[in-house]
């Protein structure tokens, strides 16, 4: 699992997308992250760890290869603009919301 | 594992599992372009809802945009469903 800088993340995510156009499905993970770096011992405690709460793990995979990010609430606002405009722009194989048929590509999987 | 018919019914479940245990819950993204299909599934390893669509990629996104600030936020405060 490879951590990356927000911009590095972004550019690995477009690249991933557009490998998986062919064949493939792309898998995009997102959770709360508390910055612990090591496992919680089953017994004693841990020691000199604060849990912090303004931060979540985004992870994305194209069955091969896996990246990961953190986010945090100060850069929540660029990246979340950056990660929905990413999505939209990738994420176009789809049918439109429209009542007209408008079969731009051939989607006749049946 | 409830899969939904209906984005609504998904979202406020989907919502108020991530609110119940923030760090338990996860939110997944799957996306086929050969299919041309888009699935999200929420899950806190007990409860799994599912949701798939061939359609609704600017609400899907809109959504996990609003669980990753929700994810952020520092306050617990519960994110009022924005309705465009």
């Not at chain 1, 990246?67 to 979340?80: A, H, L, Y």
């Not at chain 2, 899969?3 to 993204?29: G, H, I, N």
């Not at chain 2, 949701?51 to 952020?72: A, C, G, N, W």
């Amino acid at each position: 699992m490879v951590l990356l800088e927000r911009e590095q993340f972004l550019t690995e995510l477009t690249r991933l997308f557009q490998k998986c156009q062919l064949s493939g499905s792309m898998c995009i993970t997102l959770k709360k992250y508390d910055g612990r770096t090591k496992p919680i011992p089953r017994k004693g405690s841990v020691e000199g760890f604060e849990p912090s709460e303004n931060k979540c793990l985004l992870r994305a995979t194209d069955g091969k290869k896996k990246i990961s990010t953190v986010v945090s609430s100060k850069e929540v606002n660029m990246f979340q603009m950056a990660c929905s405009n990413l999505l939209r722009a990738s994420m176009d194989g789809l049918k439109k919301r429209d009542k007209k048929s408008k079969t731009k590509k051939s989607k006749a999987v049946q | 594992m409830p899969q939904y018919q209906t984005w609504e019914e998904f979202s406020r479940a989907a919502e108020k599992l991530c609110l119940t245990d923030p760090m338990k819950a996860r939110v997944v993204l799957k996306y086929r372009h050969s299919d041309g299909s888009l699935c999200i599934k929420v899950t806190d390893d007990l409860v799994c809802l599912v949701y798939r669509t061939d359609q609704d990629v600017k609400k899907i996104e809109k959504f996990h945009s609003q669980l990753m600030r929700l994810m952020v936020a520092k306050e617990s405060r519960s994110v009022a469903m924005e309705t465009d």
